[in-house]
T-cell receptor, first 116, second 113 residues
Framework: AQKITQTQPGMFVQEKEAVTLDCTYD???????LFWYKQPSSGEMIFLIY??????QNATEGRYSLNFQKARKSANLVISASQLGDSAMYFC?????????????FGAGTRLFVKA | GAVVSQHPSRVICKSGTSVKIECRSLDFQATTMFWYRQFPKKSLMLMATSNEGSKATYEQGVEKDKFLINHASLTLSTLTVTSAHPEDSSFYIC?????????FGSGTRLTVV
């Protein structure tokens, strides 16, 4: 069975500083994908970054980077140079392989507050 | 990535009525779409996998007769909440599997009064 865990219900960060949002996962499928999404108060889901289970390098997208530690089954999101607009809910998600119908499950989320 | 349009964005309906939510993939032929439900301040819970031309696959605990899914074409999947009750009030969101990432619709906030 697949499982995604986000243990930080809320996080505070000072503007312009970096912040790490934790995510651990569990799956028996050798092929999987890991995602991070941002959900502002408007409710839309915004794709941030993707890491494939076979990718050798950590994914980066602008100010977002994914610290992928496969042996530890962790996929933490690092946001550098935080901005006030980064305040939102952040969800870690995992897409299973073909055996699981490519279903994606989501963690409980972390609410990030960026302070001026 | 795919462009996904979800309609309506908000709907208020009376208890006992049915509500249809549409999810359209505008520039991508989506053989598979997923429907999620999100309660306030909670995570997204997968309800069902919508497969074009075949029956949807529902997650455990989701009533298929309550939440009817029709995926009649490669660009359209619909979710109908039948005989809606206040406990069905929620945020419903669809997503399309395409490329590396999923593209989400903008969501539908359903309020049943």
């Amino acid at each position: 069975a697949q499982k995604i865990t986000q243990t930080q219900p809320g996080m505070f960060v000072q503007e312009k500083e970096a912040v790490t949002l934790d995510c651990t996962y569990d799956t028996s499928d050798p092929s999987y994908g890991l995602f991070w999404y941002k959900q502002p108060s408007s409710g839309e889901m915004i794709f941030l970054i993707y890491q494939g289970s076979y990718d050798q390098q950590n994914a980066t997208e602008g100010r977002y980077s994914l610290n992928f530690q496969k042996a530890r089954k962790s996929a933490n999101l690092v946001i550098s140079a935080s901005q006030l607009g980064d305040s939102a809910m952040y969800f870690c998600a995992m897409r299973g392989g073909r055996g699981g119908g490519f279903k994606t499950i989501f963690g409980a989320g972390t609410r990030l507050f960026v302070k001026a | 990535g795919a462009v996904v349009s979800q309609h309506p964005s908000r709907v208020i309906c009376k208890s006992g009525t049915s509500v249809k939510i549409e999810c359209r993939s505008l520039d991508f032929q989506a053989t598979t779409m997923f429907w999620y439900r999100q309660f306030p301040k909670k995570s997204l819970m997968l309800m069902a996998t919508s497969n074009e031309g075949s029956k949807a696959t529902y997650e455990q605990g989701v009533e298929k007769d309550k939440f009817l899914i029709n995926h009649a074409s490669l660009t359209l999947s619909t979710l109908t909440v039948t005989s809606a009750h206040p406990e069905d009030s929620s945020f419903y969101i669809c997503t399309v599997l395409g490329g590396r990432g999923y593209t989400f619709g903008s969501g539908t906030r359903l309020t049943v009064v």
